[in-house]
């Protein structure tokens, strides 16, 4: 499914991109898919926890299928413009909404606790394969097929959904079926906001990456800074899955055990360090090092951030909280390439990047003050 994704996301921002010449069409690719998941997110968490988690994200993965078809139709009828193609991406938004808190609610579910650190960085390593795969893919592909790499992506797709209707039966402690779907969504809500650690570092990603990434403008520095065409965007787009992949698999191995907090605030540290040095790079070389940095200093952020959190959280609260984690996510990513698009906008996509990767380090700074608890925070 992340194969599927990164590599028809490739295709919508060059299309996007080509057709309108527009920063900010971009920045609206990101606000379309993060919106659904704004509004839905809660109530999607809440259907996780007491709905089989398999068949939500099996018939999401079928309604992904249907959008991907749609964007096919919607791309060779050029009078249309790019309206539709958002309309589209507004349907993908709700299916990542229901999808995410159920296949994030699974893994716990599937592997003892003990080994819980190492199976999420072999799931997270997994998961960066396939975005190193998906956008290098989908440049070449775009570059050779054109728009049918959406028929390809809804191929994609359909596989995604067999695997997943093919995971062994679950056994998921339900959640309070006396309270009302209102009061279990308030209750997520409410555990995730009263404890101190868990929001620390929900929000430290979400501001952090909010600030400090550069998907968006990928296109931009491809076409018109490096100069670097459909497939070079490609390889962009993969670089940090690149490095985050390696870095996974290392924590497979080597999970990080002590001082967690502290290298947590290290690594989100290091990725708005590389994200300056990319902002400012006119080599493709230097561009793609930089890009793969963010990649592998993002990685132990998530491998930590991800094990703290589910670890702390009761199985039958799983589903919400896991939802507020992806409006986080959806925030810092979706909405994300929204505010890029608009800085760049306005300032231009050089001074973007490189007031997000400077914005990204002083949050880090702000949050070791404001969240000692996350700082101090500990596996063993």
Partial sequence: MAFASQMQDIAIGWFIYSETKSALSLGFVGLAQFGPILLLAALAGDVADHKDRKVIAGLCNFGQILCSLAMFGFAYVPTLGVLPIYGCLVGLGICRAFSAPALSSILPNLVEKEQFSRAVAVSSSAFQIANIAGPAAGGLLFALIGKFIFLLAAAFYGVAAAAIFGLPKLHIQAADPTLTTAQRM???????????????????????????????????????????????????????????????????????????????????????????????????????IALVLMGAFDMVSVVIRQTLVQIATPDAMRGRVTAINFIFIGASNQFGEFESGITAALFGAVPAALLGGIGTVVIVALWAVVFPELRKADTK
């Fill in 186 to 288: 308030l209750a997520g809500a409410k555990y995730v906001f009263s404890n101190k650690m868990v929001l620390g570092a929900l929000s430290l990603d979400l501001f952090a990456v909010l600030l400090g990434g550069v998907t968006a403008l990928l296109p931009i520095y491809a076409r018109d800074i490096l100069a670097v065409g459909p497939t070079g965007l490609g390889l962009l787009r993969g670089c940090p899955a690149l490095g985050a992949a390696a870095i996974g698999l290392i924590l497979s191995f080597m999970p990080v055990k002590r001082r967690v907090g502290v290298k947590m605030f290290a690594c989100v540290a290091g990725f708005g360090v590389a994200t300056i040095v990319f902002a400012v790079s006119s080599s493709v070389y230097v561009s793609v």
